[in-house]
């Protein structure tokens, strides 16, 4: 007798969890139901990537490095599974080389961008870079490799993350949040959500406690999403689905100078 | 030993060999307020009163192995009436002597407001046994000066042995008491810190003196606006919390009229008006006096000045 | 013995010789300023009369004296404008060496220090600003700047590891009348060095010491249209925003200005950086050195009359030493000296103006009257003119307007705190995050204290201390992007891949 397989159930990713829509609401896409998140999850996701966002910011550089490799070892164990939702095997080996490219930055980013800057006068003075906050993400397409270009320069730099997946091919995003909840990643820094960008991503643009958003994977609603976000200042980047660049990690960076009296 | 005078919170006695909860002076920050203070623009009717403030407020010095009882009679003179050609000029606050020539100099001032200062104490070091020092005072005392300009033991200071020289001081403070003022030297020139600064000033205040005093004129660094302020910050910190009031000394390398007027501006906006009197701020000097009556002289007839017109002494 | 114990104590009574000590007035001399009747609209190398027809009075705030009529720019205005930039970005500007680009600006630093009393004369009479600072402040910074910005002219592709940086192309700068000529700086300097051309605005009440810049300028024989000047008010500036041919903005000023320009160049993908207000807190721990802490204090809340953005006007003292910070606070207050900017003599100067006198009085009735305590140190100010006593409000709830919204004027409110977690989570309390300061002795509790603090500058032991080499610029709603430092060229190159 033929064994019946067992579905999977795909579900949001917020705070380390995967709960359905609070508004228990599914859609279908890629011939599975999946979740259609609300403006109340998105919320939720926004309120606990903040949380996140102390514990992660105050880790050490290395200590980020190290989760952001490990989550490219998750992905290879299950580079299968991630293959057969992505758009190819392909797709998923770029994906890998990618966390493990931005893993790597982690401790070098700060020698890169900060300074010391020799002011006129008895001070010491230098910059070093910061995370911003909370990051809204709308991932472009290809859905594995632009969610991940889009999502590693983000978290490698200390901010959390509130990522609205590929409404068209919204599984590989749940596959991926599955990588993220085994590779030590702390619950909230990475929150993913699926269904209608129409529905969300006017809510997480207007949100208040978020502090910047990508709309790389934006189409016709981004000037209206960019105004939005001028409500709190949001910093708004619209970089490329598929590049690897430090200064796609600087743009979700603040920069902060310190001053300090030099004296006996 | 004496009975210890009020002092701020966390100053209270008996001292530890560190002090606890001295205060500290961020030195850039310090530096900077004093440029600031140093760049007011004194002007016209404003400068001849701080011109004339100066010199009241002088203790006419001079401290040299070359002094002679004619040297210092005619600098007594001099500080009685420094401008014979202008009777509105005032005298000077005392004359500032070595403990050999303080007769000479009482002598001179006798009959008039001058006051006699004497240095005691091993002056300029400081480095000699503390009977010594005590019979030098003694001595000074007896022999009729109204003010002792004592120096600390910057040796025992600078290895931490706070408790002596504050002991030292009330010694020497229990042989003025009553008789002559009291001015403690602490030699900023030599402490390295403002922090020292402010710890050894506090530690004169506790042992009794009447004024702190920069520098005895023999170091490297002496008097400088930063220091003075730092000083002075502590007199305006004690008078404060307890309403006790020191006065205060600047001393060594003041020549020029301009920074005398830089040093009462500090004065003028540190402590105020109430320090603005010789009974509470002195500027020791040798050669200044003759710039500021030069400046004064110009500021009246409108002419810059020879000094062939005021007499050396 | 008896006789002199007698003397001594009576010379110990003695009273103060003097009732007062006035310093005479030390005005610096204004004949070497020499203001037109009127200025036209500086576009592409000289001066022309407005298309708009219209021009206004600008004025002396501390005597309410007119000093020059200026153009009134309107859309015609500014699209010729922008031409002119344009013009000389295609043409002369972006085809010169880079090292000639340079030299340039270094002419610029160099007339810009040659004319310094003119300029730091000017600045303190139309934006009523103490010459002292205009003098050793705002025009030897400006100077700097230009100076700074030259040197990297010709070394950008250092600055930017693995890009290859080109210029936008035209950049519209509008700045703040807090500190006219030195804002002008830095938006000029970064974006020339980098080969743009700008178009730039400044405030509506303090458009002189740019025009007079505009000579620096002819004086350094800039190609024409490289630096055009166009003055008017907020309408001017939103034509700017709006033009199409501007490739970037550079704006600082408030908040609520700050959004508008964002939500206006939404979509469009013209770049944007933005410097705007702040509510900074100045914490003060009770190891800290008291005396210069007080002088932070001062110097934070009351440089430039508190018309700056990144002004320490929050102040937490930390329990312990509350009532010895706050006694020395107002004792500090009544030294200062009110008054005519142009005295060499003057701390604290005029209100820039009308409309901002009324905002600080509205705001400082709403602390009286929400029930903090407000302390102000006896003080004559002169007749005519907009003035503002210095202030301060003790008993101030984190909850008050005054402790929530950017008052932009010499009015300090005092918060306590215990701990510094506390101060931590009261400091960053707040929409902004310009700037914050701290004194402490304890090296470890500075660093975690900067570390904490969400803000772009923090000052450590000192406040309100600007150079040309340290970048400047806000977490949250006080913007985005850097001024100063190598940081501050990013907002005018683009960066191609290597």
């Known amino acids: 007798m033929k064994r019946l397989p067992v579905q999977k159930t795909y579900k949001l990713f917020i705070g380390g969890a995967f709960p359905r829509s609070e ?41 980020r490095g190290q989760v952001l490799y490990r989550i490219a070892e998750m992905m290879e164990t299950r580079r299968s599974e991630l293959a ?31 300074t010391a800057n020799p002011v006129a006068g008895p001070y010491f003075n230098f910059t070093v870079p910061e995370p911003t906050g909370v990051v809204g993400i709308l991932a472009p397409e290809p859905p594995l490799l632009g969610l991940v270009s889009r999502l590693s320069p983000v978290i490698v730099g200390g901010n959390t993350a509130v990522v609205i997946a590929s409404e068209a091919h919204p599984l590989v995003a749940i596959e991926l949040a599955e990588c993220l909840a ?83 | 030993m004496a009975t210890a005078p009020a002092l701020p919170g966390g100053f209270e006695l008996p001292l530890e060999p560190r002090l606890p909860r001295l205060g500290s002076v961020d030195a850039v920050a310090l530096e900077e307020r004093a440029d600031v203070l140093s760049k007011r623009s004194i002007k016209r009717e404003s400068k001849v009163f701080a011109l004339e403030l100066a010199i009241r407020m002088m203790d006419l010095t001079t401290l040299e192995g070359a002094d002679t009882p004619g040297k210092v009679a005619a600098l007594s003179s001099k500080g009685i009436r420094p401008d014979p050609t202008d009777p509105g000029i005032p005298s000077v606050a005392a004359i500032c002597v070595y403990p050999n020539l303080v007769p000479y100099a009482l002598e001179r001032t006798r009959g008039t407001d001058v006051k006699v200062a004497s240095v005691a104490t091993a002056f300029p070091s400081g480095q000699s046994p503390l009977q010594v020092k005590l019979d030098e005072t003694r001595w000074v005392v007896e022999a009729g000066a109204h003010e002792v300009d004592m120096v600390i033991d910057r040796g025992a200071f600078l290895s931490g042995r706070y408790a002596q ?54 170091a490297a660094t002496n008097a400088t606006l930063p220091v003075a302020l730092c000083m002075l910050e502590v007199i305006r910190d004690v008078h404060e919390e307890t309403g006790r009031v020191v006065g205060m000394k600047v001393a060594g390398g003041i020549r020029q009229s301009k920074q005398a007027v830089q040093f009462l501006v500090q004065v003028h906006e540190t402590l105020g008006l109430a320090w603005l009197t010789p009974d509470r701020y002195r500027i020791g000097a040798s050669t200044l006096l003759n710039d500021v009556l030069m400046q004064i002289r110009k500021e009246r007839t409108g002419r810059y000045q020879n000094p062939d017109y005021f007499t050396v002494d | 013995m008896t006789e002199r114990k007698q003397d001594v104590a009576r010379r110990a009574d003695k009273a103060p010789l003097a009732a007062a000590w006035d310093y005479a007035p030390a005005p610096e001399a204004r004949d070497i300023v020499r203001i037109q009747e009127r200025y036209g609209l500086f576009i592409g190398g000289k001066f022309v009369e407005p298309l708009s027809g219209e021009r206004y009075m600008t004025i002396d705030p501390a005597r309410e004296e007119p000093l020059s009529e200026v153009a009134q720019a309107n859309r015609a205005d500014v699209n010729r404008a922008v031409k002119a930039a344009r013009g000389a970005f295609e043409g002369a500007w972006s085809k010169l060496r880079p090292s000639e680009r340079a030299k340039y600006l270094f002419r610029i630093a160099r007339i810009l220090q040659e004319r310094s009393r003119e300029f730091a004369v000017l600045e303190s009479l139309n934006g009523g600003k103490p010459i002292r600072e205009s003098r050793d402040v705002d025009v030897p910074l400006a100077a700097a700047h230009f100076f700074y910005y030259a040197g990297w002219a010709d070394k950008l592709e250092y600055a930017f590891p693995n890009r290859k940086p080109r210029p936008i192309g035209v950049a519209g700068q509008i700045i703040p009348w807090n500190f006219p000529l030195l804002m002008l700086a830095w938006k000029i300097a970064p974006a020339l060095a980098a080969g743009n051309t700008v178009v730039l605005k400044p405030a509506e009440t303090t458009p002189l010491t740019a025009l007079l810049f505009c000579d620096v300028v002819r004086q350094a024989e800039l190609p024409p249209g490289v630096v055009n000047i166009v003055t008017g008010d907020g309408r001017t500036g939103a034509e700017i925003v709006s033009h199409p041919g501007v490739d970037k903005i550079a704006f600082t000023g408030s908040t609520e200005v700050g959004k508008a320009i964002q939500r206006t160049l939404a979509g469009t993908g013209k770049r944007l950086t933005l ?64 008054g005519d900017p142009l005295d060499k003599n003057t701390d604290v100067g005029a209100i820039n103006s009308k409309q901002q006198l009324e905002k600080i009085t509205s705001l400082v009735q709403s602390g009286v009257d929400e029930g903090a305590e407000l302390y102000q140190p006896p003080c004559k100010l002169p007749e005519r003119g907009y003035w503002f006593v210095p202030t301060v409000f003790t008993n101030v709830a984190q909850s008050y307007r005054i402790a929530q919204e950017e008052i932009f004027g010499p009015v300090l409110s005092v918060l306590t705190v215990r701990t510094p977690d506390e101060a931590i989570e009261k400091a960053n309390n707040t929409p902004y995050g310009l700037s914050a300061g701290v004194w402490t002795e304890k090296g470890s509790r500075i660093l975690a204290m900067a570390q904490r603090l969400r803000a772009g500058v923090v000052w450590a032991n000192t406040y309100n201390r600007f150079d040309p080499a340290s970048p400047f610029g806000g977490y949250k709603e006080s913007g985005f992007g850097r001024e100063g430092g190598r940081h501050g060229l990013e907002a005018y190159v683009a960066l191609d891949d290597a």
């Not at chain 1, 931005?102 to 900060?114: E, L, M, R, S």
């Not at chain 1, 958003?213 to 598929?242: I, P």
């Not at chain 2, 002991?167 to 810190?193: F, N, Q, S, Y």
């Open chain 1, 84 to 114: 057969s939702v992505a758009s190819s095997a392909g797709e998923v080996d770029r994906a890998i080389d990618r966390v493990v490219w931005y893993a790597g930055w982690a401790d070098k980013i700060a020698q890169v961008v900060g």
């Open chain 2, 165 to 218: 020289v504050y002991d030292e001081i009330v010694r020497v403070k229990e042989i003025c008491a009553g008789h002559a003022h009291l001015k403690v030297i602490i030699e900023t020139g030599e402490l390295g810190t403002y922090d020292n600064v402010r710890r050894a000033s506090l530690l004169a205040i506790a042992g009794g003196a009447d004024f702190i005093k920069t520098s005895t004129g023999k």
């Open chain 3, 275 to 338: 410097e705007l207000g702040g509510k900074a807190a100045n914490i003060i721990f009770d190891d800290a050195p008291l005396d210069q802490a007080v002088e932070g204090i001062i110097n934070g809340i009351y440089f430039n009359q508190g018309h700056v953005c990144c002004a320490g006007s929050r102040l937490f003292v930390q329990e312990s030493i509350y009532e010895a910070t706050i006694a020395k606070l107002k004792r500090r207050m009544r030294t200062l000296r009110v």
């Open chain 1, 23 to 63: 508004s228990g609401r599914t859609l279908v896409a890629e011939g599975a139901n999946i979740a259609r998140a609300s403006r109340k999850d998105l919320r939720d996701a926004v309120r606990i990537a903040r949380q996140a966002g102390v514990g992660w910011a105050k880790a050490t550089a290395y200590n």
């Open chain 1, 182 to 264: 085994t590779a030590d990643v702390p619950p909230g820094v990475v929150n993913i959500l699926t269904g209608l960008r129409t529905e969300l991503a006017p809510w997480l643009a207007s949100h208040m406690d978020v502090s910047a958003l990508d709309l790389t994977g934006g189409d016709g609603d981004v000037a209206e999403l960019e105004r939005l976000g001028a409500e709190n200042v949001k910093r708004v980047v619209r970089g490329k689905a598929d590049r690897q660049s430090p200064y796609d990690i600087t743009a979700f960076l603040e920069l902060k100078t310190v001053w300090h009296p030099i004296g006996m």
